[in-house]
């Protein structure tokens, strides 16, 4: 991803992208959850950058193969 622009997403578009819940996504961002998906508040607003959700996509598929889910 660019580092000129580098998308905020919302809760919504975020599970949408994982194929999940945005209570999911939730809490994952506040910390319930592992691993942590970094969030950013905004206000009330809560909000994920396009590219630490794709860091987040990589850092669950390298969790799974360590933990021999996947091939």
């Known amino acids: ?4 622009r580098d998308p ?3 809760p919504a578009e975020v599970a ?3 194929h999940t ?3 999911w996504v939730r809490d994952h961002a506040g910390g ?6 970094p ?3 905004l206000g009330k607003c809560l909000r994920f950058r396009a590219s630490d959700v794709e860091n987040f996509i990589v ?5 799974a193969e360590r933990r021999g889910l996947v091939a």
């Open 39 to 41: 969030s950013l508040k």
């Open 16 to 18: 949408a992208w994982l």
């Open 32 to 37: 319930r959850r592992r691993p942590l998906l």
């Open 1 to 4: 991803m660019s580092a000129e």
């Open 21 to 23: 819940s945005s209570a």
């Open 59 to 63: 850092e669950c598929r390298q969790l």
């Open 8 to 10: 905020l997403l919302t």
